[in-house]
């Protein structure tokens, strides 16, 4: 399985742009590259997936440059309901394939 | 649809109890995950059934733990007897497929778990 890393924590203000990057620097060909958020007291939602390039949905936009190594999380304009735990996931896409989710990044947004 | 169904919300109980926590799944879904939480080991699967049939329980953590999935649209995890180690929150998920990456997985709200 592909191992990532990202950030344990990060501060942002309400109506700012977060953008919360995640390195994996041994992805496979055959692994997405997907995105769930956390809010407390729940359980964790999907968000957003990609395989390269730019990704984007009415939550977030999803950046993954050609080497495939990182990408980056991006939410427009965050408010303080963006508070939750981002985890950044990569497995293959076939069926048998588990996810596991790591840390994740707790974003705070204050007022 | 009303999502994942869990139950009960929260429980308390005494070390040596026994523990049963429930899991309706969304209609339709082939694919049903148990998923344990603490701050400690963060968010760890520890079973997975595909048609009702358990898949990979490779992160169950010992024989205390069980889980079982008589149909579609009900499972159970059972612990037993239970220990204050225990203590966490439980989620269940599931998906459509049979997981992987492209197979979203819807979460239940989760079961707290107190083991005194």
């Known amino acids: 399985l592909a191992k990532t890393t990202q950030p344990i924590s990060m501060d942002s203000y309400e109506g700012q742009e977060v953008n919360i990057t995640c390195s994996h620097n041994?992805?496979?060909?055959?692994?997405?590259i997907t995105w769930y958020q956390q809010f407390p007291s729940q359980g964790p939602r999907f968000i957003i997936q990609g395989y390269k390039t730019k990704v984007t949905n009415e939550v977030a936009s999803l950046f993954i440059p050609a080497d495939r190594k990182s990408s980056t999380l991006s939410l427009p304009r965050v408010s303080l309901s963006d508070t939750a735990v981002y985890y950044c996931l990569v497995g293959e896409g076939n069926a048998g394939n588990m996810l596991t989710f790591g840390g994740g990044t707790r974003l705070m947004v204050k007022p | 649809d009303a999502g994942v169904i869990q139950s009960p919300r929260h429980e308390v109980t005494e070390m040596g109890q026994e523990v049963t926590l429930r899991c309706k799944p969304i209609?339709?879904?082939?694919?049903l995950f148990w998923y344990r939480q603490t701050m400690m080991r963060g968010l760890e699967l520890l079973i997975y059934f595909n048609n009702n049939v358990p898949i990979d329980d490779s992160g169950m953590p010992e024989d205390r733990f069980s889980a079982k999935m008589p149909n579609a649209s009900f499972s159970t995890l059972k612990i037993q007897p239970s220990e204050p180690r225990d203590s966490a929150v439980y989620f269940c998920?599931?998906?459509?497929?049979?997981?992987?990456?492209?197979?979203?997985?819807?979460f239940g709200p989760g079961t707290r778990l107190t083991v005194l």
């Open positions: 998920a599931s998906s459509l497929k049979g997981g992987g990456a492209t197979d979203t997985q819807y």
């Open positions: 041994n992805i496979a060909t055959n692994d997405y």
């Open positions: 209609s339709g879904h082939n694919s």
